[in-house]
């Protein structure tokens, strides 16, 4: 099914300088970018993205690091967005990710680990909504 998925290029891939790198994997994939905006989050922004997460014990280094820089964020358009945008990604912790995933070829460790992607249609839809208005995405 056409789905959309929410992608943020994390502040150790964008301070690698392989947002072009990482973008190329996706139109390669078959994703098409239909949002984007580059933003340094405030420490709100950035705890409120993760609430889901506000409980677990990495919750404060997770926000450290997501506002240590700017990152570049993205909705993604396909065929079975979610899925594939999550196997380019590969494993949460890079030590586990398949080679040839933006993760196993970009990522230092399981905080820094390069990119974030949606995990179902359900936190899609959600997390494209916190960062864009509907005017700000384009099917093409
Ligand atoms: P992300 O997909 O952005 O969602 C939450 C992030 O928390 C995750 O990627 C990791 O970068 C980070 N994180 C740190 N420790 C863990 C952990 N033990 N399990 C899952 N995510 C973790």
Do not use: C, W
């Amino acid at each position: 099914a056409l789905e959309r998925t929410l992608s943020i290029i994390k502040p150790d891939a964008v301070a690698k300088n392989v947002i072009g790198e990482i973008y190329a994997r996706f139109e390669k994939a078959g994703l098409k970018i239909v949002a984007a905006k580059m933003k340094h989050l405030s420490r709100k922004e950035a705890e409120g993205f993760y609430a889901v997460h506000k409980e677990r014990p990495f919750f404060n280094a997770l926000v450290e690091f997501m506002i240590s820089g700017p990152v570049m964020i993205q909705a993604l358009e396909g065929d079975n967005a979610i899925l594939k945008h999550r196997d380019l990604m590969g494993a949460t912790n890079p030590k586990d990710a398949a080679p040839g995933t933006i993760r196993a070829d970009f990522a230092d460790s399981i905080d820094a680990n390069a990119v974030h992607g949606s995990d179902a249609a359900e936190t899609a839809a959600v997390e494209i909504a916190y960062f864009f208005a509907t005017t700000e995405t384009f099917s093409r």
